[in-house]
């Protein structure tokens, strides 16, 4: 998720993998600096790393169940104990090898502290220079610039869609453009926060409700979503540009309609997300599809990194797509 | 010009809303007369043959863009093959492309929902489209969903998933159905070009589905010459020669 605090989320899949890897490309640097072949860059690398690799990750732990408590506190003080949690992480290991004789090479506890810190402090730079690129401003105005927009092309037919059942069915006219105000109150409002599932599938049957005046019994909607906790948090608006996509490509360019499949379920601590729309060669608008599957795609790396993922594939006649995101719920207290 | 009095028009557009609001705009105006409806272009052509042989003209149709099965562009194309074709007018809801080429070209569309003000004066100068406005149209609906053919002033549809092969004969190109052969006036290349996904180019002049090529057979066509690759057709007992530099299509299909 997003942050405001300066602090790298210590919890976060993606950031656990870039320490790794700046750590380890440190370590490497290291050892070829200390060595004149390859031969001995190869052992360098081995020794230094039967000590770096166990510390880097006691390490790791140390950060991952502190994470709470240095959020709370500011980025000065949360440097400061993350250089205490590294010292105190380096000891022990260097304590526990020292145990044994037969680790000769063992570096004094000094310089695996030096080591360690300065390490540290790269990764710690890192991220510093990381949030600057995607300050809370800069991510805002991005997800702003990504915002889902409707096609046009639903406007105007739902407009006249609903004029046409202005004279003689005045109750649906009604009904409709109150569906239609309450989408486009989404739709324009400033759409950064996560929202419950619940809110968004409600949104979505608002806009099916609005398409269905048009295509009538040629559109179809299955709903899988049973065992959905309706409290999951979502980005807003990443389920109804993929139905909008779907009904677009997958309905209405079938004589006789189609069946959209939304399903919904959680898996340890995921959330799947599976459209299916009928699939057909003769849609001529592939760029369209793209374009809103790239604008999500980005939305949910900017919400959730690398611990968000969506594929899309094409098999047969059905077209599906498949978003996996990380399972937050709502909290109770607010 | 069109005789303002009687008027007969033709609506066709996939989503029965829109219909209706035509419709009632319609019944607004004097003088018109809405003869049918039809949910997409194929419909509209089906219901424009049937009339044609009752003897009744239709003046004027209101064509939506897009449609299943057959869109408005692919329908006004195939209209143009009636010896008195109809004026057409496009309607759209929102289209930038087909804006801009009607724009172009000077070609009458409404834009939805329609204004009945704006519908009466596309109606009073409604006029038949020129070949050139419709040649500029075209890329708007690339690939045509069907033939078609003008016989006894009917415009006869062929699938294209119905064409077995296409065959350039002189001045026409046969089309071959299961069913029947059908006269085409139109270019084989630009027939290659257009469906180049669905046939492939067998010999210099035949274009043949690939979904109704069965397989390769290497054949004597007489006792003389020496034998010949030709590919066996579903539902047709003629084969068709494969010409020497297409012969690679066999191997990449054998693999």
């Not at chain 1, 077209?319 to 109770?332: A, F, R, S």
């Amino acid at each position: 998720m997003r942050k405001t605090s300066r602090l790298p989320n210590l919890r976060n899949l993606g950031v656990a993998l870039r320490i790794l890897i700046i750590a380890n490309a440190a370590l490497m640097l290291g050892a070829f600096v200390l060595s004149d072949g390859i031969e001995t860059f190869l052992y360098q690398l081995t020794s230094i790393s039967t000590f770096a690799q166990p510390t880097l990750l006691v390490c790791l732990f140390l950060l991952y169940s502190c994470y709470n408590f240095l959020n709370k506190t500011s980025y000065r003080q949360a440097i400061a104990f993350i250089f205490i949690l590294i010292t105190l992480g380096t000891t022990a290991v260097h304590g526990f090898f020292s145990q044994f004789w037969i680790f000769s090479d063992l570096p004094s506890l000094p310089r695996m502290l030096v080591y360690a810190w300065i390490i540290g402090a790269i990764i710690l730079y890192y991220f510093n220079l990381h949030h600057r690129a995607y300050s809370p401003a800069i991510t805002e105005a991005r997800l702003q610039a990504l915002q889902a927009r409707i096609r046009p092309h639903f406007l105007f037919n739902s407009l006249n869609a609903v004029l046409s059942l202005i004279r003689d069915q005045p109750k649906q006219a009604e009904t409709a453009l109150e569906d239609m105000a309450d989408l486009f109150r989404v739709l324009m409002a400033e759409n950064r926060e996560l929202v419950p599932i619940a809110q968004e599938i409600a949104l979505c049957r608002q806009y099916l409700a609005l398409e269905k005046l048009r295509l009538d019994e040629r559109l179809n909607v299955e709903w899988l979503i049973d065992d959905v906790p309706p409290d999951i948090l979502i980005p807003p608006l990443l389920l109804q540009p993929l139905i909008e996509n779907a009904v677009y490509h997958g309905i209405e360019p079938l004589i006789g309609g189609g069946t959209i499949t939304v399903q919904v379920y959680t898996k340890r601590n995921e959330v799947h997300l599976i459209l299916k729309n009928p699939y057909t060669a003769q849609s001529k608008h592939h760029n369209g599809n793209n374009m809103a599957l790239k604008n999500i795609k980005e939305r949910l790396t900017l919400h959730f990194d690398l611990e968000a993922s969506l594929k899309s594939k094409q098999v047969n006649d059905t077209y599906e797509v498949h978003i996996t995101l990380p399972n937050q719920q709502q909290k109770t207290n607010g | 010009m069109v005789n303002y009095a009687n008027l007969n028009i033709l609506i066709a557009d996939d989503e029965a809303p829109a219909r209706n609001r035509l419709r009632t705009l319609l019944g607004d105006i004097e003088n018109i007369r809405v003869v049918a409806e039809a949910k997409n272009g194929r419909e509209l052509l089906d219901i424009i043959n049937r009339s044609q042989s009752e003897q009744t003209s239709t003046d004027i149709v209101l064509l939506d863009i897009r449609m299943p099965e057959m869109d408005g562009i692919e329908t006004a194309q195939h209209l143009q093959k009636l010896p008195k074709p109809p004026a057409v007018i496009f309607t759209t809801a929102y289209d930038t492309y087909a804006i801009k080429a009607f724009d172009m070209n000077a070609v009458d569309y409404l834009l939805k929902p329609i204004r009945i003000e704006r519908l009466q004066t596309a109606l009073q100068k409604a006029r038949v489209l020129l070949p050139n406005q419709l040649e500029a149209l075209a890329p708007l609906s690339p690939k045509r969903s069907h033939l078609s053919i003008s016989e006894r002033g009917r415009i006869l549809l062929v699938p294209i998933s119905d064409v077995i092969y296409l065959r350039a004969e002189l001045k026409y190109i046969t089309v071959r159905t299961a069913e029947r052969e059908y006269l085409i006036e139109e270019s084989l290349a630009h027939l290659e070009q257009e469906f180049s996904n669905l046939f492939t180019r067998l010999h210099r002049n035949c274009l043949a589905a690939n979904a109704y090529i069965l397989g390769y057979e290497k054949r004597n066509q007489d006792e003389h010459a020496e034998k010949q690759w030709v590919a066996l057709l579903k539902h047709v007992p003629e084969t068709i020669t494969v010409s020497r530099r297409q012969q690679h299509l066999i191997r990449q299909n054998m693999l």
